[in-house]
DNA sequence: TAAAAAAATCTACCTTTGTTAGATTTTTTA
DNA sequence: TAAAAAATCTAACAAAGGTAGATTTTTTTA
């Protein structure tokens, strides 16, 4: 019996070694240099073993993004914030934490400068972090119908998701530039600015 | 002479061929299907023909959004708007037309879904946009520094690049929704709120 | 106008990559 | 210990970016 277990368990190590591997490439050298043989390569395997776990290389990427919404959910949820104005502003400077942290997996999650966006298919994953940021909103603005809250939701993600766009894109060039730049303060100005819109 | 001049014309003509061809595919089915074979194929030669006129792929590509920010720049200045606190919130406007009826252009020009983004890369073409972009807010707002003209200039493309980025990623699926959505109303709200903050 | 030079274009190949069929090795079962 | 099952690999395919060198076409020159 145990020796299943062992196997269950290596077969389950190799399969988030592949997940891993696919990270690690990306990190060094962006998602165009991940390919199947590096990933098998990392894992000391051939590359048939990465169609044993996975249907093909997109569902590998698949799975690392699915697990990068996973972990920004849960930044955003490990935040217990009293004030509920703060709160929404807070949420989208820890989103912003996430994507200048992890800004390959924040690419693939969102489509930038890589394939298209996984964040689009809306899995569950995706849905409750929207469920998150409008119970903020709720929390602001009571008593307003479903659809408004979807609409100040996809407003706030255009804020967040656009400075964040626009931060990874220009980032490289911004830090060789003289003037110093403050993107947290950019970001929590443009952030007030659409709390204090909707209050 | 003139079979000189034929010949500088067909290659001329060839040379845009080429980057119509791209445009072509990509237009049918995503720069990702965009294959220096299909490029040859269209343009009815063999594909070595294409580097006679580009160093690779990318180069292709490259230029193919260059023309992309001349047009938009072409469409930014084409509006006369005599009332400067209208003029911001009209070229965001134009701007997510632009992307409406171009979207896979866009999608190049800024790295979405696609290759690292060019806009990043800064030439004069992009340059002039910003210009154009920072002349409509020193009418609004006259007689700050450069450096505070380029955070706003940020600012507004965060906001603009946002609502166009979410636009482009959610459009199929919003569109199988039933409730309704106006874009144009959602950007010029956020627009309009950025205007009247900095007036 | 015919040979030589230059220009235009192609054929045939190389390498990398995603992917798979079928063989081989290893492990488990009876 | 032999057969069955599972795990893994070898060897190949096709599609793609890219290029060297051959070939065809056009132009030049004597």
């Given at each position: 019996m145990s020796s299943i277990d062992r196997k269950t368990r290596h077969k389950e190590a190799l399969r988030t070694g592949i997940l891993q591997a696919a990270r690690n490439i990306a990190l060094k050298?962006?998602?165009?240099?991940?390919t199947i043989r590096k990933i098998a390569d990392e894992v000391e395997y051939t590359p048939p073993i990465v169609y044993e776990f996975f249907e093909n290389k997109e569902a590998v990427f698949f799975e690392v993004a699915m697990d990068g919404f996973t972990i920004l959910r849960s930044m955003l949820e490990a935040e217990v914030i009293e004030d509920k104005h703060k709160k929404l502003c807070r949420y989208a400077i820890i989103h912003w934490h996430f994507a200048e942290q992890n800004p390959e997996l924040y690419k693939l999650m969102f489509g930038?400068?890589?394939?298209?966006?996984?964040?689009?298919?809306?899995?569950q994953e995706v849905l409750s972090i929207g469920e998150l940021i409008k119970n903020a909103m709720k929390a602001i603005t009571?008593?307003?119908?479903d659809k408004e809250y979807k609409e100040l939701f996809f407003q706030w993600m255009c804020i967040v998701h656009g400075f964040i766009t626009m931060a990874l894109i220009m980032r490289h060039r911004i830090e060789k530039e003289p003037d110093a730049w403050e993107p947290e303060l950019y970001l929590e100005r443009a952030t007030r600015r659409f709390i204090k819109s909707i209050q």
């Open positions: 050298e962006g998602w165009q240099a991940v930038i400068e890589s394939i298209p966006s996984i964040a689009a298919e809306r899995p009571p008593d307003l119908e």
